[in-house]
C-alpha cells in the first residue's frame, strides 16, 4: 500500500472549503430571517421574540450537535455505523420529546416571565413562535449523523449541496409567509428555520445513499481493537462532547437572563440577535475547522502544525473581513437597509458589532483544538474550555450588568470574547501536551 502524500495547506483548503461554505450559507439564516421580521409589524418586540425562542430551541437540541464530529471520527464499518445509527435515533427522538414541557404555558410563562424577566407582549410572541420548533431537534440530529458519514468518507461538498436546499426552503416559505399570511414576524422566523432543517434533513438523507450503502455491504475490516466500537467507548467519546455543546448553547440562555435585568433590556435584546447573526456570518466558516481537523491530523496527529497554521491564518483574514465591514458605510447600509432597524437600534448594533471583531480569530483556534482533541480521544478536556468559558462569560456579564450598569449587548459581547480567551487559553497546553509526540516524532 502506497503512503499517503504529505498533507499542504492547500489539501486543507479543499477540504475545508464545502464545509466553510455550508456553515457560511447556515449564517446567512440569521440576516435572512431578521430581515423579513424587521419590515414587520413591531420589529423590537418580534426580533426579542425570536431570538428567545432560538436560543431555548438551540438549548434544547444541545445533545444531538455533538452527532457530526462522532459520525467523521467514527462512522467508518458496519458495525460502527449501525451503532451510531441506533445511537442517532435515541437521542433526536429524546431531544424532541424535550420540547413538550416548555410548551406548557405555566411552564412557560414561568421561565419567561419570573426567570428571564420578559415582558409580556415578548413572552406571549416567544412561545407562539416556539411552538414551530417542535421538529427542530430531531431532524438536526438525523442530518448531522448522515452529513458526518459523508465528511469521514471524504465527501464534504455534499454537506454544501444540502445547506443549498435548506436555505432555498427557507427563502421559499419565508417569502410566501411575508406576503400571504399575517403571522408575527417571530412565528414567521421559526417557521423558516424549522422547513430549512427538515427539507435539509431529507436531502442529505438522500445523497448519504452511496456512502450508507458502502458502509452496510463492506465484509472485511481491520483487525485491531480500534476497529470494534463498543457502547462504552462511544459513550466515552460522546458524553463529554455533548456536555460541551450544552454549556455552549447555555450561554444563550445565560446571555438572555442577563440582559432582561440589564439597561435598555428589550433594545438589548432586539439588537443582539442582528449583531449576533453578522458576527457569526463572518466567523462561522472556521466551525467546520473541528472536522477539518478530526479527519485531516493524521492517525499520530502528525499534522497538528499545519492545521493550526491554516486556522491562523483564516482567523486573521476573517477578522480584517469583519473589522473591514463593522467601520466603513456597508456596516451603516447593512444595519439601517437590510436589517431595517430603527434609530435607536442602529447605534447600539454598531457599537455591539465593533465589539465582536476578535471573534473570527478566536473560535479559528478553537475549533481546531477542539478537533485535535477529539481525535486524540481527550474530549473531556473540550468540557473542561466549555466550562471555563461559560464561567468567563457569566462573570464578565455579571461584572457588566449588575457592577457597571452597562448597557446589555455591548457587554454580551464583551463577555463571549472574554470567554472565548479563557477558553483558547485552556486548551493551548492540553493541546501541546497531546500532539508533542507526533511532532517529535516528525523531526526525528
Known amino acids: 500500500m502506497s503512503a499517503q502524500p504529505p498533507l499542504t495547506l492547500g489539501r486543507v483548503f479543499r477540504f475545508w472549503l464545502p464545509l466553510a461554505l455550508a456553515w457560511q450559507m447556515m449564517a446567512a439564516e440569521g440576516p435572512m430571517i431578521t430581515g423579513i421580521i424587521g419590515r414587520l409589524p413591531e420589529q423590537k418586540f418580534n426580533l426579542a421574540a425570536f431570538g428567545v425562542a432560538f436560543a431555548w430551541a438551540l438549548f434544547l437540541e444541545s445533545p444531538v450537535i455533538s452527532l457530526l464530529s462522532v459520525s467523521a471520527a467514527l462512522c467508518k464499518d458496519r458495525q460502527s455505523f449501525l451503532k451510531l445509527r441506533r445511537f442517532m435515533w435515541i437521542l433526536s427522538i429524546g431531544t424532541t420529546l424535550s420540547m413538550v414541557p416548555l410548551l406548557v404555558p405555566a411552564v412557560f410563562n414561568t421561565l419567561a416571565q419570573r426567570l428571564l424577566n420578559l415582558p409580556p407582549q415578548v413572552s406571549t410572541l416567544a412561545y ?8 427542530w431537534p430531531g431532524a438536526i440530529g438525523y442530518r448531522r449523523f448522515y452529513q458526518g458519514a459523508m465528511i469521514s468518507h471524504n465527501l464534504p461538498h455534499r454537506v454544501a449541496q444540502g445547506t443549498i436546499v435548506r ?18 414576524g417571530a412565528t414567521i422566523g421559526t417557521a423558516m428555520l424549522v422547513t430549512g432543517v427538515v427539507c435539509e434533513a431529507v436531502a442529505t438523507r438522500l445523497m448519504a445513499r452511496q456512502v450508507v450503502s458502502k458502509i452496510l455491504n463492506q465484509t472485511e475490516r481491520k483487525q485491531s481493537a480500534a476497529a470494534e466500537l463498543t457502547y462504552h467507548t462511544l459513550f466515552q467519546l460522546y458524553l463529554p462532547l455533548t456536555l460541551t455543546i450544552f454549556l455552549g448553547m ?3 440562555p445565560v446571555t ?17 440577535p442582528v449583531s449576533n447573526s453578522v458576527v457569526f456570518f463572518t466567523y462561522t466558516s472556521v466551525i467546520g475547522m473541528q472536522e477539518t481537523s478530526i479527519v485531516l491530523a493524521g492517525e499520530g496527529l502528525e499534522n497538528t502544525a499545519l492545521l493550526k497554521r491554516f486556522a491562523w491564518i483564516i482567523g486573521a483574514a476573517l477578522c480584517g473581513v469583519l473589522g473591514l465591514f463593522t467601520f466603513t458605510a456597508l456596516g451603516d447600509f447593512w444595519l439601517q437597509k437590510v436589517c431595517g432597524l430603527a434609530p435607536e437600534l442602529f447605534w447600539l448594533a454598531k457599537l455591539t458589532l465593533r465589539i465582536g471583531i476578535v471573534m473570527p480569530l ?7 483544538q477542539r478537533g485535535l482533541m477529539v481525535k486524540a480521544g481527550r474530549t473531556a478536556t473540550v468540557t473542561a474550555a466549555s466550562v471555563c468559558e461559560l464561567i468567563g462569560i457569566a462573570g464578565v456579564l455579571f461584572a457588566c450588568i449588575h457592577r457597571f450598569e452597562l448597557i446589555g449587548a455591548p457587554s454580551a459581547q464583551f463577555a463571549v470574547a472574554m470567554g472565548g480567551c479563557a477558553a483558547v487559553g485552556l486548551l493551548i497546553p492540553f493541546t501541546r501536551n497531546a500532539t508533542q509526540p507526533a511532532i517529535s516524532a516528525a523531526h526525528q
Open 167 to 184: 436555505m432555498l426552503s427557507m427563502a421559499g416559505i419565508g417569502l410566501v409567509l411575508y406576503f400571504f399570511s399575517a403571522l408575527p
Open 362 to 368: 478566536l473560535r479559528a483556534w478553537e475549533c481546531t
Open 250 to 252: 447555555t450561554i444563550g
Open 256 to 272: 438572555t437572563f442577563f440582559l432582561g435585568h440589564s439597561q435598555m433590556a428589550v433594545e438589548s435584546l432586539a439588537v443582539l
Open 128 to 135: 407562539n413562535a416556539l411552538w414551530n420548533m417542535v421538529l
